[in-house]
């Protein structure tokens, strides 16, 4: 059973950073996308970033390019997201997803999720 948790979130000042992590189980990833969407309150879930498990090479959404890192970790079965200068703008429920597969921006065709974790940046 495939299980995906992140941790990490919490309150920052604007500015400030933090890294979110996700913890892969349940399965080998290789040839897996691994990404990270948002929701913020009242708004569609979008795309952040993501990262092929086996390859390593990156995209980023504009909104995150210059100040948000993805990363992975094979041995640690992990996958972080580390995110600078935050913004009020990046206030939002963050959820780690998987697909096998090609990269895609759209939540929909990610077949595995965790449970997200809030990062709220005050001003």
């Known amino acids: 059973q495939v299980q995906l948790v992140e941790s990490g979130g919490g309150l920052v000042q604007a500015g400030g950073s933090l ?28 795309f952040v970033a993501d990262i092929s498990w086996s390859v390593g090479n990156t995209y980023y959404a504009d909104s995150a390019k210059g100040r948000f890192t993805i990363s992975r970790d094979n041995a640690e079965n992990t996958v972080a997201l580390q995110m600078n200068s935050l913004k009020p703008e990046d206030t939002a429920v963050y959820y780690c997803a998987a697909r096998l597969g090609g990269r895609s921006r759209y939540d929909q065709v990610y077949e595995y999720w965790g449970q997200g974790t809030q990062v709220t940046v005050s001003s």
């Open 19 to 46: 890294r979110l992590s996700c913890a892969a189980s349940g399965r080998r990833f290789s040839g897996y996308y691994m990404a990270w969407f948002r929701q913020a309150p009242g708004k569609e879930r979008e």
